[in-house]
Structures are given as structure tokens and as C-alpha cells.
């Protein structure tokens, strides 16, 4: 399986000068691909072939007065970001004609030089390891990385990304091998909430830490700052860096509980189950800015992806499952109950239910019931897919496949 790690990087002054060249060069190599599609479709021309608009694109663009300044960046970066465009090219062709699952993909869109986030990525024949502990990219240096950890093998490509706040991170795609966990009789359903971030079928609740209220007074005097600086002026873009970074700070810490949560229960439970939210519905709601402060998805992912990893079983039972009517004692369906109520007493068997603990366990029964198949027997683990596309370099008989991030 392929991980990807997140590692913080510090260019000098210089050094960020041609990453921002770097980033300004895929923008417009990425845009211009777009435009020379979007004609010819307009024209009713055939489709622009991947290989042909390459050259378009790139090679011949380069030998022209307005685009040769392309020959500054290493033509890795364009090369790369010009595969971004076919691959959202080929998921909106897939959303449409129904191939691929879930919400409708968006055609393609121009990016933007206005955009606080900026990125360029690179396979292994664009950059390499330094000895010194040092990231090697073509055309721009050796960058200074703070290596939290050892990469478990050799990288297949990196991603340097400036983010909202001005910082630069490189995130490296490895190929590993599973690291399954010893086996353990334990099993949990997990029920998600806001006034508790989850609730176990043990009983176990998990208080949800609401990192973005905690920090909303001192983001409100920021956002006031803010609001009060003149339009393109110098002080508006430093205001503007410093809500940047305090929304990052939010993130970061909302990030690593996410992190430290999803292992403990990985680690301690051999199979999962969770129910299946309409989180962008109810972020719809007046309920939105909890909703959003929880990160339900987020935590959902990571513990699909580490139970994969690590050996688990994790799988989600339908949204529109009863489990909070029905009753886990002796599993008559007592009916819809208001929000407001959190104990309800069973009017069958006579059962106390705390709402939250009840639809945890009925949540665990459920994924239970739906683990086995027809003939009775557990169903294989299905494979987990990659959450976010990432170009790589093929290794010996192989291809490169998208990556599962990691923290």
C-alpha cells in the first residue's frame, strides 16, 4: 500500500523566490491545457490528445517569446501538473457517463495566482535525499526538512506545498507493506455526535475537544483587524497571514487528536463499525460551524485507512438504519424520540437507554449482521481506496498507484 508523509520544510529566502516561479509555471501550464481544450471542444474539434497537448503545452511553448521563461522551472513540475488536468478530466468523464461513485465531479476550472495555497510536485527523476538529511529539488536546491520521523523506504514522488499561513511542506509518497496489529476479540460500534465527539457501544464517551470555538474570541479580533486594513494594502496581507495561521493552528490541533483517537481505537478493537453520515447535508444546517468543527469525515477516513493498514475491519452501515428508535436490549423499534431527549426507558422490556450508548450498540449489531454474508461466512476486507491522487514513479514491473494519507 502506498502512505503519504507530511514533513515541514524551510526554504531560504532565495530558494522561495523559485518555488514561487515553480508554482506561477504549473499554474499557467495547468490553465493553458484547460484553455486549449476548452477551444477546441467550443470549435467542435476532436478531443485534445494527452500527448499531443503535451507538446502543445510545454514543448513547443517554450520555444515562443511569451512562454519561454517555462525553461526556468524544471519541466518535471509542468509535466506533472499537466497530468493534474487529465486526471480531473478523466473523473469528470467518469462522473458523468456514472463509472465513478458518489457526488458529481466539476469539470475542470482555472486556477488562480490569487489562491494562498500553491503547490508543485515532482517524481523521483526531480528530486532525491541528500545524505545531510537535505531535499534535493531540481532547479531550486537543497531544502532543509524537519524530519519527525524516518521514511519506512524510498520515496516515489513529493508534493512542496505553500499553504495559506506561508508555510512550506513536502509530502512524500512511500510504498510499504501492512503492519498488522495482534489480533484481538474486541469489537466497537461508534456513534458520532456533537455534544459527545463519539460514544462507543462499551459505553465509552470521547468528549469532543471544539478546537474552533475555543479559538474563536482571539479569531474574531483577528478577523476585525483584518476588516479594518485597507485593500491591497501591505497591512491587509499581514493581517491577512495571521488569521491564515491561527485557522492553521486550529486545524493542526484538531488534525493530531483525530490522529491520537483513530490509532487508540484501531488499536484496540479488531473490527469497527460506524454509521454512514450525510455530513454535507447537516453541514447545511444551523448545526454547520459544529459540524465542521467536529470533522467527522476526516476521523471516518482515518480510521478506514489505518484498519486497513493495520489489519482491522472497519465498515459502515447505512444512514438510514434506526438506531436510535430501536431498543438493544431486546430490539423492538419504540419509535422516533426528539433531539432533546438523551434517556428513554423501553416501554417492552422495561430497559433504561442512555440515546448515545443505545445507538452505538445497535450501530455494532448492525455491522455484525452485515459482515456476514449469505452463506454465513465473515466477508474478505474490501481494499481500501486512495483518498487523494498522487503521481509517482513506477518502481521494476510496477505502476504507480494513488496514496493513502497519513499524518
Known amino acids: 500500500m502506498q502512505l503519504r508523509y507530511n514533513f515541514r520544510v524551510y ?40 500527448t499531443d497537448l503535451q507538446k502543445q503545452v510545454i514543448t513547443a511553448a517554450k520555444r515562443t517569446e511569451e512562454r519561454a521563461w517555462l525553461s526556468e522551472v524544471s519541466s518535471v513540475v509542468l509535466v506533472q501538473s499537466l497530468r493534474d488536468l487529465h486526471t480531473a478530466y478523466r473523473n469528470f468523464f467518469s462522473s458523468v457517463t456514472g463509472k465513478r461513485k458518489g457526488p458529481k465531479v466539476a469539470p475542470p476550472r482555472f486556477k488562480s495566482k490569487r489562491d494562498h495555497r500553491q503547490s508543485v510536485r515532482l517524481t523521483a527523476n526531480g528530486f532525491s535525499l541528500r545524505d545531510n538529511g537535505r531535499l534535493y529539488v531540481a532547479k531550486v536546491g537543497d531544502l532543509r526538512v524537519r524530519w519527525s520521523r524516518p521514511l519506512p523506504a524510498a520515496p516515489t514522488s513529493v508534493t512542496v506545498t505553500m499553504d495559506a499561513a506561508g508555510r512550506y511542506w513536502a509530502s512524500f509518497v512511500v ?21 459527545a465527539f463519539a460514544v462507543l457501544s462499551d459505553g465509552t464517551k470521547i468528549a469532543s475537544p471544539r478546537f474552533l470555538r475555543r479559538a474563536e474570541r482571539k479569531l474574531k479580533r483577528l478577523q476585525k483587524d483584518l476588516s479594518r486594513k485597507a485593500k491591497g494594502s501591505k497591512n491587509r496581507a499581514k493581517a491577512r497571514v495571521e488569521v491564515a495561521r491561527q485557522h492553521a493552528r486550529v486545524a493542526d490541533r484538531r488534525r493530531d487528536w483525530h490522529h491520537k483517537e483513530s490509532t487508540r481505537i484501531i488499536r484496540e478493537n479488531q473490527a469497527v463499525y460506524v454509521e454512514d453520515l450525510a455530513v454535507s447535508g447537516l453541514a447545511r444546517t444551523r448545526l454547520a460551524k459544529s459540524v465542521h468543527d467536529a470533522g467527522w469525515s476526516a476521523f471516518l477516513g482515518m480510521l478506514e485507512y489505518k484498519a486497513a493498514r493495520h489489519g482491522r475491519y472497519f465498515a459502515r452501515i447505512g444512514r438510514f438504519e434506526p438506531t436510535s428508535q430501536v431498543c438493544s436490549a431486546c430490539g423492538i423499534k419504540d419509535g422516533p424520540k426528539p433531539l432533546h431527549v438523551r434517556e428513554w426507558t423501553c416501554r417492552e422490556c422495561g430497559a433504561a437507554h442512555d440515546r448515545d450508548v443505545n445507538a452505538a450498540r445497535n450501530i455494532l449489531a448492525a455491522g455484525r449482521a452485515d459482515r456476514l454474508n449469505a452463506c454465513g461466512a465473515p466477508v474478505r476486507r474490501a481494499p481500501v481506496p486512495a483518498q487523494r491522487r498522487e503521481a509517482g514513479s513506477p518502481q521494476k514491473g510496477q505502476t504507480a498507484q494513488a496514496g493513502i494519507p497519513v499524518h
Open 175 to 195: 510504498d510499504t507493506d501492512p503492519e498488522f496489529l495482534p489480533e484481538t476479540t474486541a469489537e466497537a460500534g461508534i456513534d458520532l455526535g456533537l455534544s
Open 11 to 50: 526554504p531560504e529566502p532565495a530558494q522561495r523566490h523559485v518555488l514561487a516561479r515553480a508554482f506561477g509555471c504549473a499554474r499557467v501550464v495547468f490553465n493553458d491545457g484547460l484553455r486549449a481544450r476548452q477551444e477546441a471542444h467550443t470549435a467542435g474539434l476532436p478531443y485534445i490528445k494527452d
